[in-house]
């Protein structure tokens, strides 16, 4: 089966506006570190804040780039935050409960994800859901699990040898003194280069596009659309995974009640980037200047003293704002 043209002329057409947007996301980032230096030159540019940032970046990062394959078809996942909140705990009952080595433990949540993520796929395809409700449902669906498996304790991971060195050790560390950075942000680059290569060298990823710039299309095209949608959220969930392997390690724990809100983070990061709501464009370069822009900001603004409240409404600003370019872009375009 080959691609519809409609699609692939499409997206050549956006590619500039989409360099434009990735190059204003940076900028952004940057004049947002120059603010912050300016202003708090004596907290902001230290070597623990960096790390600080660094570190916040990675669970929130990973989960944006998970969203980002869901958003440019057109769809929209809900369910991100709590299902890497739902991973952590099934690694909890993998490998503290059941005594599972930890890669066995570590490839048990991955797949957990997956096939909530398939599900998901599959209520939108065949029961016909809106991914709205679809995922929706599915977030309750799943913190509501996790709160029962864990009788709503923590599982700690105390007894698990190197399990929080995934997120908190330091290969670089180890070999540069100097460079003490977390292996989580290794983790996160790792998953963007992968994610990326995927997204713009693959089968998969091809498709992605084309279901977001016209469904339609590559269904008359003879592609099985639905077969094709629940992978793409498998996948997606399985990235999950990995977020809730790296907050889990981060926090030597598994907390069931965390998890809800982290979804609305990794969609303005996503937005931020330059990924459209409506589909079919998006980078993971993008989201992930995104994910740097949003942890920059309430990194400088904790460090300023700002409160939350205030946090949050500049952040509501901030994703109304990328939204409103983007539809500038794609009405130019």
């Not at 913190?143 to 009788?151: A, D, H, N, V």
């Not at 997120?167 to 977390?182: H, M, Q, T, Y």
């Amino acid at each position: 089966m080959t691609l519809p043209t409609t699609s692939t002329s499409w997206l050549s057409r956006l590619s500039g506006g989409q360099a434009k947007q990735k190059l204003l996301a940076f900028a952004s980032l940057i004049a947002l570190i120059l603010v912050f230096t300016v202003l708090k030159p004596d907290a902001f540019m230290t070597q623990d804040n960096i790390i600080g940032i660094l570190q916040s970046t990675t669970v929130i990062g990973v989960l944006a780039i998970a969203s980002t394959f869901i958003i440019i078809t057109s769809g929209i996942d809900l369910s991100v935050g709590v299902l890497m909140t739902f991973c952590a705990v099934m690694a909890g009952v993998f490998m503290v409960s059941w005594g599972l080595p930890m890669p066995l433990g570590l490839l048990g949540a991955v797949a957990m994800g997956a096939l909530c993520g398939s599900a998901s796929g599959l209520a939108i395809t065949k029961l016909k859901v809106p991914p709205f409700i679809a995922t929706l449902g599915m977030m309750m669906l799943l913190k509501g699990t996790s709160l029962i498996i864990t009788s709503t304790r923590p599982i700690y991971f105390s007894d698990v040898e190197g399990f929080d060195q995934i997120a908190l050790g330091s290969v670089i560390g180890d070999l540069i003194p100097a460079l003490p950075i977390p292996n989580g942000v290794l983790i996160l680059f790792v998953v963007a280069v992968v994610c990326s290569i995927v997204l713009n060298k693959t089968v998969l990823g091809r498709y992605t596009f084309a279901l977001g710039s016209n469904e339609e299309a590559v269904r008359l095209s003879g592609v099985n659309v639905d077969r094709w949608k629940v992978i793409i959220y498998a996948f997606a969930g399985g990235i999950c995974g990995i977020s809730g392997l790296l907050i889990a390690s981060r926090l030597n724990s598994a907390q069931p009640a965390l998890g809800q809100g982290y979804e609305l983070d990794a969609i303005a990061a996503v937005v931020i980037g330059g990924t459209s709501l409506s589909g079919g464009v998006g980078t993971i370069l993008g989201t992930i200047i995104g994910a740097f822009i949003m942890s920059v900001l309430i990194n400088g603004l904790r460090i300023m003293s700002v409160a939350q409240e205030w946090q949050m409404v500049l952040t509501g600003l901030i994703i109304i704002l990328a939204v409103y370019t983007d539809n500038l872009r794609r009405n130019k375009s």
